[in-house]
């Protein structure tokens, strides 16, 4: 069955940088596009990256310039390198994937402050 497991968030300073990792088993994670998406408290699931099979990224606004979605098909992970990381970043980190139905790893909480 499809497994997402990511790993890398803690606690952080503002401007400070962190770098998340999504390890993916069970589909061939080569022909798929991978997310990240975040949620704060009392707020809704937001999409924040996407990475297509080819590359192709997308960012949200609020974190464009800031944070790189990376893929490496040969190792089945997807990565989230965020830089100058701001309170507002402060949420649990999933990684997603959409095969027949959605898939959510277990999530991983990134906190930013002093």
């Known amino acids: 069955q499809v497994q997402l497991v990511e790993s890398g968030g803690g606690l952080v300073q503002p401007g400070g940088s962190l770098r998340l990792s999504c390890s993916a088993s069970?589909?061939?994670?080569?022909?798929?596009?991978m997310d990240w998406y975040r949620q704060a408290p009392g707020e809704q699931r937001e999409n924040v990256a996407s990475i297509t099979p080819h590359g192709i990224t997308k960012y949200a606004d609020s974190v464009r310039g800031r944070f790189t979605i990376s893929r490496d098909n040969g190792n089945n992970t997807v990565a989230l390198q965020m830089n100058d990381l701001k309170p507002a970043d402060t949420a649990v980190y999933y990684c997603h994937v959409h095969r027949d139905i959605e898939h959510w790893g277990q999530g991983t909480q990134v906190t930013v402050g002093a």
């Open positions: 069970g589909f061939i994670f080569k022909y798929r596009t």
